[in-house]
């Protein structure tokens, strides 16, 4: 199968799991207050074991040593994104609650609910290794610049213990299990497998009966959050891959970065938008759109990009 045979098999799936946590709202087997320690277990124990596993299994030091452009790539990624939520800001004349909370929607995207299970089907290996190298640059942007973006009054301020969380844990020790050609036993390593794997099943039913608990209709019609779909899933990643081209990074690398900018909305935001007293209904309208969106956008792009090759 091609790669976008597959992401587009690994997208009809994400519809599915998603359809499921929907009818399980509908049903009453679950609510909006059960569909919290969902999300917990992703984020904390299925998801870093996932991204353990997939390093430790599939990367080597070669790799290792092959991955800095992923630290040049999320740079020009940040900078771009954050001019480019300025623009939209000023195009859209957002309220001011609002402000923060669309530079957040523009910078973050769901890296870990949609982008790392998408990459672990579509580029096992080392195309989980680049993908995590991104997700701690996201952490330590999430971490910092967007406290700050999010943050009442600006006044919140970084703090290096959010940066160590289960995630960031995770690839560090994979990294370090791999410099060193530390194994896991065959029996720990079979078990890590299958909580990881169901990471994306998870967090696809959790995003479903976040959609079921809404009123979509309300923010299908906020104009701006198409700004969002437009520029970051779009126009960034055919963008990103057409300047990479320009420079000596293998063709998975390049294609691999370009799905993960494209990503749509992190669920984060939300929370981090209503701890803050900001507007936290925009924001969830923002990962609504976009997810809906993300459907179609991720791989029609995946198909534009590989007729460029």
Known sequence: MSTFEILLEQTGLFVIYMLVGVILIWTKVLNRETLEPISRFVIKMALPL????????????????????VLVIAA???????I??????????LESDQIGVY??????????????????SVFPGDGVFYASVFMMIDQFMLWTLGV???????????????LVNPATVAIVLAVFMVLTGLRLPALLDTAFQKIGATSSPLAMIYIGGIFATADISKYLKKISLYG???????LMPVLLFVVLGMFPVSGEMRLIMALLTGMSTMTAVVMMANASGLDGDYALGGVLVTTMCGIFTLPTVCWILQNMI
Do not use: H
């Not at 996932?50 to 452009?69: R, Y």
């Not at 480019?84 to 004349?93: N, V």
């Not at 969002?228 to 779009?234: D, E, H, L, N, T």
């Open 76 to 82: 020009g990624f940040y900078i771009c994104m954050f």
């Open 148 to 162: 700050k973006l999010l943050a009442s009054g600006g006044k919140e301020k970084f703090q290096l213990r959010k």
């Open 84 to 93: 480019a939520g300025r623009i939209l800001i000023k195009l859209f004349r």
């Open 228 to 234: 969002i779909v437009i520029v970051k899933m779009i």
């Open 103 to 120: 530079r957040a929607m523009m910078l973050f995207g769901n890296i870990g609910f949609m982008g790392m299970p998408m990459i672990v």
């Open 50 to 69: 996932m991204v353990f596993i997939n390093i430790t299994d599939g990367a080597g030091k070669e790799i290792l040593l092959q991955s800095w452009p």
